[in-house]
Structure formats: structure tokens, C-alpha cells
Nanobody
Framework: QVQLMESGGGLVQAGGSLRLSCAVS????????TGWYRQAPGKQREWVGS???????NYANPVKGRFTISSDNAKNMVYLQMSSLRPEDTAIYYC?????????WGQGTQVTVSS
């Protein structure tokens, strides 16, 4: 069983920065891709970006150039550094690990960006 726990969310003013962390209970970050998703009130969950086991990253267009995903495989941690935050970035942010058998999700962490 794999458990994920996000942390680091909070309230920030527009233009500010936050770093989210995702702690993974098993040493699988170096094996499988880890993704960040978000869900705003009244909207569907959307993909934010991901990091592959080889360290390559991909980002959704709305966050490209502002968000950066990194990982520390030794600590089983994945991070989402968010800069130049906008009110439309307000959402619950989730991390996800996709394995061949199933996807694993954390409980989410709230990010609120005030204008």
C-alpha cells in the first residue's frame, strides 16, 4: 500500500510563492511518475504537471514558467514550487503516483490566492 501526504498549502497574495510537498510512504518516486493535480470549487480536477522517474518534467500551459516540480528520491519527496501565483490558482492541490496496477492520491492541500 502506498500513502501520499501533501503539505505546504495556505493563503498567499497574488504574485506570491508557495512550495507544496508530497511525502510518499514507499520508495517508488524513483520508479514511477508523480503528478500534481488541482481542483477548484465547482470545477473538475485538472492536471498541473508531472515528473518522470528520470527527472523529466511536464507542465500544463496555465502554469508553465511559474511552477516547478522536483523530487528528492532519497527522501521519497516530491515538491511543487509555485511562483507568481494568481487568484485562479486557488484550488485543492493533490499529488498522484501512477503505478501499473493503480493510481494513488493524497488527501490534498488547500491553496488560496487573494487578489
Amino acid at each position: 500500500q502506498v500513502q501520499l501526504m501533501e503539505s505546504g498549502g495556505g493563503l498567499v497574495q497574488a504574485g506570491g510563492s508557495l512550495r507544496l510537498s508530497c511525502a510518499v510512504s514507499r520508495s517508488i518516486v524513483s520508479t514511477y511518475a508523480t503528478g500534481w493535480y488541482r481542483q477548484a470549487p465547482g470545477k473538475q480536477r485538472e492536471w498541473v504537471g508531472s515528473i518522470n522517474s528520470d527527472g523529466r518534467t511536464n507542465y500544463a500551459n496555465p502554469v508553465k514558467g511559474r511552477f516547478t516540480i522536483s523530487s528528492d528520491n532519497a527522501k521519497n519527496m516530491v515538491y511543487l514550487q509555485m511562483s507568481s501565483l494568481r487568484p485562479e490558482d486557488t484550488a485543492i492541490y493533490y499529488c498522484n503516483v501512477a503505478t501499473p496496477s493503480r493510481d494513488y492520491w493524497g488527501q490534498g492541500t488547500q491553496v488560496t490566492v487573494s487578489s
